[in-house]
């Protein structure tokens, strides 16, 4: 695990930082690749309780959230009710300057649309690669890949959230 080992997921309509996640899917992957959901939301929340508060109350909530994290670090396909709902906005890339210019113009864009997103940049080389992404930054709306490799003016980002929007 390196120093700061925290995955950002999507759990119920909060996005909540992991400790410890993707060593834990790396650890568990071989002996959970066919177990149930039930039996691989309880491993999970079982190795990752060591790490992370993990309310009594909200256990089965997690259990799914894992669950799906889990089936994509299999590269599994997720089920439709499991992704999240709304404008959802991945940036792809490690930390150059250009990454983090997308990022704040994102987010300048959103704040002047006063639209509501999931907003994520994600800086992990094999998320990104999951992405399907060749070049960096990469923006990704609701799943689909946008841009690669430039920073999109703020009126390209406009239409492309607002259409996103519906």
């Known amino acids: 695990m390196t120093k700061e080992d925290i995955t950002q997921i999507r759990i119920g309509n909060a996005?909540?930082?992991?400790?410890?996640?993707k060593e834990a899917l790396e650890e568990l992957s071989p002996a959970l690749s066919t177990a149930s959901n039930e039996e691989t939301a309880k491993a999970l929340i079982q190795k990752l309780s060591k790490k992370n508060y993990i309310?009594?109350?909200?256990?089965?909530?997690?259990?799914?959230?894992?669950?799906?994290?889990?089936q994509r670090f299999l590269g599994r396909e997720v089920s439709a009710e499991d992704k999240p709902q709304g404008l959802v906005i991945r940036v792809l890339g490690q930390g150059c300057a250009n990454c983090?210019?997308?990022?704040?113009?994102?987010?300048?864009?959103?704040?002047?649309?006063?639209?509501?997103?999931?907003?994520?940049?994600?800086?992990d080389i094999k998320e990104i690669a999951s992405y399907g992404a060749?070049?960096?930054?990469?923006?990704?709306?609701?799943?689909k890949i946008v841009a690669m490799g430039r920073v999109p003016s703020k009126d390209q980002l406009i239409e492309w959230f607002k259409k996103a929007e519906g």
Do not use: C, W
Request: proline share 4%.
């Open 55 to 70: 309310p009594e109350k909200a256990k089965a909530e997690y259990g799914r959230a894992l669950v799906r994290e889990f």
């Open 15 to 21: 996005t909540i930082g992991i400790v410890g996640l």
């Open 134 to 143: 060749a070049l960096s930054p990469a923006l990704v709306v609701n799943g």
């Open 100 to 123: 983090h210019a997308l990022t704040q113009r994102v987010m300048e864009v959103l704040g002047e649309l006063k639209l509501a997103a999931d907003v994520e940049h994600i800086t």
